[in-house]
């Protein structure tokens, strides 16, 4: 690998006087910007000249000037720049952001999901170079995320783009979620930001199948389309075995395992009274007849149904985030090993577990090293039969493999 200074000299061009202030690298502390890593943290920052304020346009050089490329400044997160252009005649104005946005809805055309009646995320953070926001489609109606302190004063142009591209019937904006939010220095409560608020739940297409998607009080932007080919991939295997869904929030993986898989009975659990209700009016939405909904602790449900007796064919977990950062990744793995211990012991020999993290701070390696602490400690023989991840429309930068958050593994329980 050649050293920073061997690498800085391909972008020797001065930039665009577009920037309100430079911020210089430490020393030997360049080289992952150079490898189009969007995050500078503030670790990394060795000096600012210049006042720039929140959401500021700033280019980054190294600690002897050199361009490294360009971007917006946040000085009250540790996250301090986020690149967007690594090239010094780029500026950052509404032409740069049209073309963004238009690439990342051009892509969404080419993998066929632009479907009027479907569901689809439409910009995804990093994976579309456009970090720190997030758009999800719900038939007519789009869902905003900024993520971003810099994304959220610029939310105005971007819906200007979005209409023209899209022509939606409403844009709503969702918050961050509490710990990320406060992180950005962000306060952006639920809102409209243009067109129609949607009167009651917005149904989606999927697979043959529909759902209900409450797009003001619902988790995430209202649904988890990340895991869409995933419950299609979990239905697969249902045909003739009784499935317990938990964590099931609208019922995704319940109504797919019961009416394109086939199962001979679901039961799914969320301890959510909302999604509880959700995910039932989705079963009867689909005439998924075989299928349950129970309101339930998880883990209480899943000792219970261990006293009981109670065996299944398929067990589907899909919790909420474990771990919000490194520093709980250990915690979140105990309480991944403990739940996934407590389904293998309800599987029935040639049982099949459905074991799913969307907590980007467990690498994959780990979740796997986790199961095969499962598997020994079980004393079950465990088959990895698919390793998965988010759906096509949630691309990952390879620049920043931070952005690849969600596992879900298939595996054969003997």
């Known amino acids: 690998m050649p050293d920073d200074s061997a690498v800085e000299t391909a972008n020797d061009t001065p930039p665009v006087p577009a920037s309100a202030a430079t911020v210089f690298v430490k020393p030997k502390r360049a080289r992952p ?101 997030i758009v999800d489609r719900y038939g007519p109606y789009l869902a905003v995320q900024a993520t971003a302190l810099a994304m959220a004063e610029r939310l105005e142009p971007i819906c200007d783009i979005l209409e023209r591209l899209l022509q939606p019937r409403g844009i ?43 797009l003001t ?68 939405l689909n005439a998924a007849t075989t299928m349950a909904v129970e309101q339930a602790d998880a883990f209480d449900k899943l000792a219970s149904l261990q006293t009981a007796g109670e065996r299944f064919g398929m067990i589907v977990l899909d919790p909420p985030k474990f771990a919000r950062s490194r520093a709980s990744a250990a915690d979140a793995l105990r309480a991944y090993h403990r739940i996934n211990r407590l389904a293998v012991d309800l599987l029935e020999p040639g049982g099949i ?23 020994q400690r079980s004393g079950r023989m465990l088959q990895l039969l698919e390793c998965r991840g988010a759906a096509a429309d949630h691309p990952v930068n390879l620049h920043c493999l931070e952005g690849e958050y969600l596992k879900c593994v298939i595996a054969r329980v003997t």
């Open 33 to 133: 910007f150079f490898g189009r890593h969007p995050w500078v943290l503030d670790s990394a920052v060795q000096r600012v000249e210049g006042a720039p304020s929140a959401g500021d346009v700033v280019d980054l050089v190294t600690h002897d000037g050199r361009f490294i490329g360009r971007g917006l400044w946040n000085g009250s997160s540790r996250l301090r720049v986020r690149l967007y252009t690594f090239t010094a005649e780029q500026p950052l104005d509404d032409a740069f952001w049209d073309s963004r946005l238009t690439a990342a809805v051009d892509l969404r055309r080419q993998l066929h999901l632009d479907a009027p009646a479907g569901g689809c995320r439409l910009v995804n953070s990093e994976g579309d170079d456009l970090s720190g926001l």
């Open 172 to 214: 709503l904006l969702r918050g961050a979620e509490r710990g990320l939010g406060k992180l950005e220095g962000l306060n952006l409560p639920d809102r409209q930001l243009r067109g129609e608020r949607p009167e009651g739940p917005v149904f989606v297409e999927e697979h043959g199948l529909r759902f209900g998607v409450d």
């Open 217 to 284: 009080e619902g988790q995430k932007t209202g649904y988890y389309l990340d895991q869409r080919e995933n419950r299609q991939a979990a239905a697969s295997y249902a045909r003739g075995r009784r499935v317990l869904d938990m964590f099931c929030y609208s019922g995704g993986f319940g109504v797919a395992a019961a009416v394109s898989g086939k199962a001979t009975a679901v039961l799914s659990v969320d301890s959510s009274a909302k999604a509880v209700a959700l995910a039932k009016a989705n079963a009867e």
């Open 353 to 375: 577990l459905v074991t799913c993290s969307c907590s980007g701070a467990i690498a994959r390696e780990d979740f796997l090293v986790m199961l095969s602490g499962v598997a």
